[in-house]
């Protein structure tokens, strides 16, 4: 079973950045498909951006233009660059693989990483 461990988040005033890391243990992390997914509070857990292995990415439009997912298969390292954020975009962030665009996922969750963004 892959574990992963989530990193990154913070509090930060509305415009700023935060850099989210997943590193995920196991082997074939360079073969698959993999996301970052948030969930804010009594919301549902939803997927934000995803990366195929051949590195074609993803968003959704509410963060399109903003965030930026990439990887380092080298390291099995996924990162979320997350810039000009904005209040709503409060929530926990976790990463993992999807196997379809809603919250069906290969591994079990991580603790995630809050972010927390002021107005």
């Known amino acids: 079973q892959v574990q992963l461990v989530e990193s990154g988040g913070g509090l930060v005033q509305a415009g700023g950045s935060l850099r989210l890391s997943c590193a995920a243990s196991?082997?074939?992390?360079?073969?698959?498909?993999m996301g970052w997914y948030r969930q804010a509070p009594g919301n549902e857990r939803n997927l934000v951006s995803k990366?195929?292995?051949?590195?074609?990415?993803t968003y959704v439009d509410s963060v399109e233009g903003r965030f930026t997912i990439s990887r380092d298969n080298a390291k099995n390292m996924l990162y979320l660059q997350m810039n000009n954020l904005k209040p709503e975009d409060t929530a926990v962030y976790y990463c993992?693989?999807?196997?379809?665009?809603?919250?069906?996922?290969?591994?079990?969750w991580g603790q995630g990483t809050q972010v927390t963004v002021s107005s």
């Open positions: 993992n693989s999807p196997l379809n665009d809603g919250n069906l996922v290969r591994w079990r």
């Open positions: 196991g082997s074939g992390f360079s073969f698959i498909a």
């Open positions: 990366i195929t292995s051949g590195g074609r990415t």
